[in-house]
């Protein structure tokens, strides 16, 4: 990977707006004024005026009248809205437009079942977009789906997909971000505007009473509604989510997922505020971790505080506003108490009128906490620190035997600060046991000799020293490398840091044939020590190289260091970076079949390892006396695919050398081309994993371990396994997950299995691999059935030469 821009301590800066549902007068440029005075960044605008939904509203009155002794069956014309005239609309192209976020109608309803309504909507909504388009405006406001009677309406929501694909072709410069809950699909149903459109459906097309619509909480109907919408709009990256946090979040399955979509706005209305001892303003700490999660990504949201009251001094342009810092005192910002509650609607109604009262100093408090929570965000973690920049970006893996790489490449890799104090520890302690066990050396003086092949800069050779000096015990130290340039800075070390005492050999480490001795002939390893894992242990061709050396390892005490490696797999859910693939494949046909190196930050697993919601988790009654409960993190299920040891066994290369150059004794050849000397490094896997939620994959994040020692005194071990990682080798930074994308995402239901089928392939020329990932679903009479399955990927176009 290449070198990341140096990060430092940067703190997340919080983008926040103020947006009123309500807002009674133009946003203005003396009112933008006013705001960023305030310490906003920006204000949302209504598209259209109350003028032009009273003139719906009117149209649609004088249809229903002129038409209500009609059939509906009758072939009638749907009535025409009139085009947009300067009452209609507060805005105009300006300046000022880059600073604010239209809003679109929320009392239209695209998805409605009504026809006449459906209709009304669509053309309210295209002509808000195309006026809002032709002002200038990036970002665009657009209330997501009425879930009507509490089901996921497959007609209605497809009317509003397509409703949002065809906006996107109206403006090739809008951002369209869909407002849509965290939470339960009831809480974004609502009774209160008496105009909107959703209350004028006819019965005939209303199959379920209103008092009936809601009879059982979904935690994952909005989100269920927002995936068809992105996926009717194939992932469009001007398409993102404007996600409204609740009084009480929901459980933390539900906020991973959302996590994981393409966030632009973090929506904070005033009633999910608490109110804390001193009568401030604040946020639970279920609500400050999600926000901080989240804004440690790399694209992160912006923060909208709706419905906080007006912006002070809005009619008195003259007065001097104090800008909210986030200085506050710990009494004012303390978290609310275990007795404290959320605010009912109706209370939070009130917040505005009440807030000067309650904080005559601070005329912003809710802001004020906001920009409280941005100056006290927790310290980035050492990864965080390393990989700035590198979030969910897609990098080729590195083909190490056919590339000479770079210096730069080298010291990003050496400024891991756990990886060579880990080999280190293993060397010694080998070392240590080597002496302990009165093992014979390959030495004449009973020196071990310790061959470091792919050597690189050398980090390896000094770690090799210090940890012969540790253990006490003396080495003779080669440096193997087939890199010219690399080499000839191994010799420079050798001359100014380490005495001399290192042989520096420059050679292909298979080609080696091992210490020079005086009598011209060649001597045995006793130890061989390489860094040749990938971020699947075997995707860098290290059991090929290994394979290819281990002829010059003593074959009675020879120790590889590292020992053995496994590679690990599991499905996640990561929209962002398949939105990127699916913009990428346009000019690269082998994007899907590549698997790719990345941070992954922004995903979710789908299969997690067991949980209870419990019934406190998903409470959101507003009386309730107990704080929300801080769940921790969920775990994925991470499941080994296959391992590989080291030395291998002599029968094994034994039987490769004999299929290499195709005698007759050596088989009919290889099962994918050449002759089949390297298929005992041939692999193949199939995995099962539970998903308890719905969910989309796609694709596969795959991880190692390796042991690089493991004798009396324990196993020093490595890892990327996000379940291990913290107990073997916590804040090692050296490798980044690989990704194994899939083409088309595969849709799963509550309760269903992914199988995944994973092949390591070879040709004697290349490795590659091939993945296929499966669907099942067991019914209630024990019958298991198959709802999709993927491609089978293959990566042998863009394979690792050997």
Not at 3 to 28: I, W
Not at 152 to 178: D, M, T
Not at 306 to 320: C, E, H, K, R, S
Not at 330 to 352: H, L, V
């Amino acid at each position: 990977m290449d070198s990341p821009d140096s990060q430092d301590e940067t703190m997340p800066m919080f983008y926040v707006a103020h947006h009123e549902t309500k807002r009674p007068l133009p946003v203005t440029e003396q009112v933008l004024q006013q705001a960023r005075d305030c310490g906003y960044d920006m204000l949302t605008t209504p598209i259209t005026t109350p003028h032009f939904h009273a003139s719906v509203l009117t149209l649609l009155t004088t249809y229903n009248q002129a038409h209500g002794e009609r059939s509906p069956n009758d072939d009638l014309p749907l009535p025409l809205i009139p085009a947009l005239r300067p009452v209609d609309t507060p805005l105009t192209p300006s300046d000022n437009v880059a600073q604010t976020v239209a809003v679109t109608s929320p009392w239209i309803d695209l998805a409605s079942p009504d026809p006449l309504i459906a209709h009304l909507s669509r053309q309210v909504f295209n002509m808000e977009i195309a006026y809002a388009a032709f002002c200038g405006v990036i970002n665009v406001l657009v209330q997501g789906p009425q879930l009507h009677n509490g089901a996921r309406s497959s007609e209605g929501l497809s009317q509003h997909a397509r409703a949002i694909k065809e906006a996107l072709s109206l403006g090739g410069y809008l951002q369209l971000h869909i407002t849509t809950p965290m939470g339960d699909v009831s809480e974004s149903v609502t009774d209160e505007d008496m105009g909107n459109l959703a209350r004028f459906a006819r019965d005939e097309y209303i199959h379920t009473s209103r008092s009936t619509q809601i009879t059982k909480s979904d935690l994952f109907a909005s989100w269920d509604a927002w995936d068809l919408i992105r996926s009717v709009c194939r992932y469009n990256q001007r398409l993102c989510v404007s996600l409204t946090l609740p009084r009480r979040l929901p459980p933390i399955a539900v906020q991973s997922r959302w996590y994981s979509e393409p966030l632009r706005f973090l929506s904070i209305p005033a009633s999910s505020f608490l109110v804390n001892a001193r009568g401030s303003f604040v946020l639970s700490k279920p609500h400050q971790l999600y926000i901080s999660r989240c804004m440690r990504l790399r694209t992160a949201p912006w923060i909208m505080v709706v419905d906080v009251g007006p912006i002070p001094g809005i009619n008195d342009p003259d007065l001097i506003m104090q800008y909210s810092s986030g200085h506050l005192s710990p009494g004012i910002a303390a978290d609310a108490s275990t007795g404290s509650r959320s605010p009912t609607p109706a209370e939070s109604a009130q917040m505005p009128r009440n807030q000067n009262r309650k904080s005559k100093a601070d005329p912003t408090p809710h802001l004020s906490y906001i920009r409280y929570l941005q100056r006290n965000q927790p310290s980035k973690t050492t990864i965080e620190r390393f990989g700035g920049g590198f979030q969910d970006y897609l990098q080729a893996p590195l083909q190490p035997l056919t590339d000479n790489l770079e210096s730069i490449t080298y010291e990003v890799f050496e400024k891991d600060p756990v990886k060579y104090d880990w080999y280190e520890r293993a060397i010694a302690q080998a070392l240590r046991e080597w002496t302990e066990q009165g093992k014979s050396t390959s030495s004449a003086n009973g020196a071990v000799v310790i061959a470091v092949v792919g050597s690189g800069r050398g980090p390896l050779v000094t770690r090799a020293i210090q940890a012969s000096q540790d253990a006490g015990v003396q080495v003779e130290v080669y440096a193997v490398e087939k890199n010219p340039n690399a080499y000839v800075l191994l010799q420079r070390h050798n001359e100014e840091d380490w005495g001399g005492l290192i042989t520096v050999v420059k050679t292909d480490m298979r080609a080696w044939k091992g210490p020079l001795l005086p009598d011209g002939t060649h001597g045995r390893v006793d130890i061989l020590v390489s860094e040749l894992l990938g971020s699947f242990a075997d995707n860098e061709l290290s059991p090929e190289c290994l394979d290819g050396v281990q002829h010059v390892l003593n074959p009675e005490h020879g120790i590889s260091i590292p020992t053995s490696y496994t590679a690990h797999l599991t499905p996640i859910s990561a929209p962002r970076i398949h939105a990127d693939l699916v913009n990428r494949s346009s000019s690269d046909s082998h994007v899907f079949d590549t698997p790719f190196v990345v941070m992954l930050q922004q995903i979710d697993y789908l299969s997690t390892q067991e949980f209870d919601y419990g019934p406190g988790d998903i409470s959101s009654t507003p009386s309730s006396k107990q704080q929300p409960k801080v769940e921790a993190p969920l775990l994925p299920d991470v499941q080994t695919a296959w391992a590989f040891k080291h030395p291998c066994h002599p029968s094994v290369l034994a039987q490769s050398n004999l299929r290499r150059g195709g005698s007759a004794s050596g088989g009919g050849g290889g099962a994918t081309g050449g002759d089949g000397a390297n298929e005992h490094n041939v692999r193949f896997s199939k995995t099962v994993f539970e998903c308890a939620e719905r969910g989309v994959c796609h694709g596969i994040a795959g991880y190692f371990e390796t042991v690089l020692y493991a004798g009396t005194e324990g196993s020093v071990e490595l890892s990327t396994n996000p379940v291990t990682m913290e107990e073997k080798s916590k804040d090692m930074i050296s490798w980044f997950p690989i990704l194994f994308p899939l083409k088309t995402p595969i849709y799963v239901p509550e309760h269903a299995e992914l199988e995944i089928s994973m092949w390591r392939q070879t040709d004697d020329r290349k490795v590659w691999y091939e993945w296929m990932v499966e669907a099942f679903l067991t019914l209630s009479g024990g019958s298991r059935v198959r709802l999709g399955a993927s491609e089978l990927h293959s990566s042998r176009m863009n394979g690792c030469l050997m």
